[in-house]
């Protein structure tokens, strides 16, 4: 079945840096885009960034621009999301997530345990 597991979460200060990793199995990785969410206390989840299926495109919200990078490694079935001067706001569970598209069944959205990214001086 799809599990994704994701990796890198932490306590940072102000200014400082992160790399996620989410690795994946039980699907053909290749096939498909891949995304971050994140979702802070009280809060909805909300996307990230997402990376095409061979990584030649890559979308990210608007307050993440400029700080954050997607990136993806096919051979490691592993995405990556590299996170640069952080802020108290990008306080969150960071989410890894695939969607599939099922026969009869439509689109299944699968997302990992989460990893714990605390911005705090």
């Known amino acids: 079945q799809v599990q994704l597991v994701e990796s890198g979460g932490g306590l940072v200060q102000p200014g400082g840096s992160l790399r996620l990793s989410c690795v994946a199995s039980?699907?053909?990785?290749?096939?498909?885009?891949m995304s971050w969410y994140r979702q802070a206390p009280g809060k909805e989840r909300e996307l990230v960034a997402t990376?095409?299926?061979?990584?030649?495109?890559?979308n990210y919200a608007d307050s993440v621009k400029g700080r954050f990078t997607i990136s993806r490694d096919n051979g490691k079935n592993t995405v990556y999301l590299q996170m640069n001067s952080l802020k108290p706001d990008d306080t969150a569970v960071y989410y890894c997530?695939?969607?599939?598209?099922?026969?009869?069944?439509?689109?299944?959205?699968?997302w990992g345990q989460g990893t714990q990214v605390t911005v705090s001086s």
């Open positions: 997530n695939v969607d599939i598209v099922r026969h009869l069944i439509g689109t299944m959205k699968y």
């Open positions: 990376i095409t299926n061979i990584g030649g495109s890559t």
């Open positions: 039980g699907f053909t990785f290749i096939s498909y885009p």
